[in-house]
């Protein structure tokens, strides 16, 4: 049972745009940033998002991240195929003192 | 960028203290401003904090897990250790070396499978 709960599959067709939300607690996301992430099983998750709705470089801006409260929200424009992923979701928490994270959602893109 | 590798053992037996490096490229292990961490994610759940360690040496684990983590860094060779002790089939997971910067993890290696198992 992870931290941040995630739903755990989202779906779209190309060119749609789809959301993925995460959702925590006052000790998590309600007091620290969200960080997103895309990751491709047997590779390196990749930082999608840092600190709530900011893009490091070279992540297109379909990609985008909102938070309100302890909820955090993913969205995904103009969806690919290539987009076809697992994201999850990572905050510090401050009663942990350590980061938690969602459990992750499977994008498919039909 | 910076680039993480882990390696290791993929299997260790019951009760066995389980061993991983990572190793560091692309930048400074000695970065003041990075401090590095241990993740895993055991087989269809979801990914659990392990510790993290500080350019100064100073470390902090989950306590869940305290008591059994020991991670140190060799900057000599650019490589950040964890060992776990007394390990059990509750610890096969896929294990990830990473660095924070500030509180983003940026960088991620690409997970190592360790089995658990007599």
């Known amino acids: 049972q992870s931290v941040l709960t995630q739903p755990p599959s989202a779906s779209g067709t190309p060119g749609q745009r789809v959301t993925i939300s995460c959702s925590g607690s006052s000790s998590n996301i309600g007091s620290n940033v969200v960080n997103w992430y895309q990751h491709l099983p047997g590779t390196a998750p990749k930082l999608l998002i840092y600190s709530n709705n900011e893009r490091p470089s070279g992540v297109p801006d379909r990609f985008s991240g909102s938070k309100s409260g302890a909820s955090a929200s993913l969205a995904i424009s103009g969806l690919r195929s290539e987009d076809e992923a697992d994201y999850f979701c990572a905050a510090w928490d401050d009663s942990l003192n350590g980061p938690v994270f969602g459990g992750g959602t499977k994008l498919t893109v039909l | 960028q910076v680039q993480l590798q882990e390696s290791g053992p993929g299997l260790v037996k019951p009760s066995q203290t389980l061993s991983l490096t990572c190793t560091v490229s692309?930048?400074?292990?000695?970065?003041?401003?990075?401090?590095w961490t241990w993740i895993r994610q055991p087989p269809g759940k979801g990914l659990e904090w392990i510790g993290n360690i500080y350019s100064s040496g100073s470390t902090y684990y989950n306590p869940s897990l305290r008591g059994r983590i020991s991670i140190s860094v060799d900057t000599s060779k650019s490589q950040f250790s964890l060992k776990l002790s007394s390990v059990t089939a509750a610890d096969t997971a896929v294990y990830y070396c990473a660095n924070f910067f500030g509180v983003v993890i940026q960088y991620w290696g690409q997970g190592i499978l360790v089995t658990v198992s007599s």
């Open positions: 692309g930048g400074s292990i000695r970065r003041a401003d990075y401090y």
